[in-house]
């Protein structure tokens, strides 16, 4: 039987279907983001009103700051300390505490975020630290080293071992093994890894919300609290530029992971 | 296999760094959970009693310890409201769930089907949503779902309805925005186990005279059940304690818990109602986070 046969009628109308469902409320919000009208369902012409607006709206400019930093900085030290914990866990072998290690890597990638904002917070006020850029970093860290880890580690999980072991039976110790071998074999997956923390930091609301301090509002903060009082065109035009800013990173996140299928093996999904 | 010994080594010191700052960030977070989930509201800073100071001395701790009760517990089995928001939670979670997989799984199904090089474009496809902000994803649906908005509008052109529908502050809202937001995660395990399957098995059962819904209800469906447990899994922990979701697009008459949790917190300011009401989420969030770890692992082990 050919591969075409098998595609049923079906097959191809559930298919345009789930794509249309996925995309075009996303397509429309674009849209609208360059409608003159002030109404939102009244179509008024093209034009980029609402960009001036957001770009004259200080409180959104300075959240939409705050966001980029936390997501920066947080996203790097997730990477760093993701890319660890994948290492030990998939060529650590037996470790004391093994379990215990995997197990608090595994349980924030579903735990609901109002427990792991909560939480947090409750610590940063028994430690009596300032609220604000710090402690939602440090938030963001914990939640996205996670995922860091998870892909990190699939893609150690794919890499032939065989490479470090020779390296080592040249002479490299297990250190040089790793950062000349199986360092450059995993890049991709880092920055995918990267670019991942580096977006669900720049979407999460409800571990922020709890994390920050007054006067120190995040971009998804500022978003929820207009989103509440109803549907604005400036906020259809801040959601049209996080959409192409991620598009961005999504560009880029393909282009190394479409590096890393032509070294070998297709990488993480993610 | 020595190699392989003394490359653990080193490897294991790699965990040291987020070890650490798991503890400290993860772990430890809890025990303050649960430590002012026995504690007393206070309007003070911070708004709860009694406080620990461990300077004070050892009697002012014990009497401290003393101070410590189930109060917060009792109270959220007695009032209705909490027992509500948590059966609504789950009835919520099950209910999305599965409408989550009665949507997902042809879509998954179609994917799988697609011709080999197609395959991955649709993946793509499929995450790229999930990588757009949930917030703005959320927003979306309100653009479309309000009174004047297109949903109404298109309704109303095709005359199906000669009034406006009220869709926004409905649960259909809240289910429409949680498939369109968990699709993904149903989607992606889904569609990973019915691409491993072999179509020869599907073949031999319609070659042997099967209709093709019991084919499929004999053949693919039964070997898909690893994805369908997976995607499941994956919905169904998040949604129980979603937020964002309801707040945004259902009524307020009904909450979840994770609502509930957030008002007991950010209005009321009862945070150790609030840290009670987190706990019993967490326990009764345990048995299907256990369960998902050790699909996770049980994955791993084999993608190796």
Known sequence: MSEASRLSRFNIASLALGLAFLYLPILILVIYSFNASRLVTVWGGWSLRWYYEFFGDRAMIEAAWMSLRVAVSSANIATLLGTLAAVALSRGERFRGRTLFSGMLYAPLVMPEVIAGLSLLLLFVALNAERGFWTVTIAHTTLTMCFVAVIVQSRLGSLDRSLEEAAMDLGCNPVRAFVAVTLPLIAPAIVAGWMLAFTLSLDDLVIASFTTGPGSATLPIRIYSEVRLGVKPEINAICTLVIALIAVVIVIASLASKLSSSQGESAAPL | ?304
Request: charged share 10%; aromatic share 14%; glycine share 6%.
């Open chain 2, 1 to 304: 296999m020595s190699g392989r010994r003394i490359f653990a080594r080193p490897a294991r010191f790699a965990a040291i760094a987020p070890y650490v700052w798991m503890v400290l960030f993860f772990l430890v977070p809890f025990g303050f959970v649960l430590k002012i989930s026995l504690s007393q509201t206070a309007i003070a800073q911070p708004p709860y009693e009694p406080v620990f100071d461990l300077m004070a001395g050892w009697e002012v701790l014990k009497a401290a310890f003393a101070a410590l009760s189930l109060d917060n517990f009792k109270l959220l089995v007695s009032d209705d409201i909490y027992v509500f928001a948590y059966v609504r939670s789950l009835t919520v979670a099950v209910t999305a769930s599965a409408l989550l997989l009665m949507i997902g799984y042809p879509i998954a199904y179609g994917m799988a089907r697609l011709p080999r090089r197609w395959q991955g474009v649709a993946m793509v496809l499929v995450i790229v949503p999930f990588w757009t902000s949930f917030l703005i994803r959320i927003y979306a649906w309100i653009n479309i779902l309000q009174h004047d908005g297109l949903l109404n509008q298109i309704l109303l052109a095709l005359h199906l309805v000669s009034q406006p529908v009220v869709w926004l502050s409905t649960d259909s809202a809240m289910y429409i925005g949680i498939v369109y937001s968990y699709l993904p995660f149903m989607i992606l395990p889904l569609y990973a186990t019915l691409a491993k399957m072999e179509p020869v098995l599907e073949e031999a059962a319609s070659d042997l005279g099967a209709p093709p819904w019991r084919v499929f209800w004999l053949v693919t469906f039964p070997l898909s059940l690893p994805g369908v447990g997976a995607g499941v899994l994956l919905c169904f922990i998040p949604i129980v304690g979603e937020f964002v979701i309801p707040d945004l697009l259902a009524g307020s008459n009904s909450l979840m818990i994770g609502q509930t949790l957030w008002l007991e917190f950010f209005t009321n300011k009862d945070w150790p109602v609030a840290s009670a009401a987190a706990m019993v989420l967490l326990v009764v969030l345990l048995v299907p986070l256990l369960l998902y770890e050790r699909l996770q692992k049980r994955q791993l082990e084999q993608g190796r």
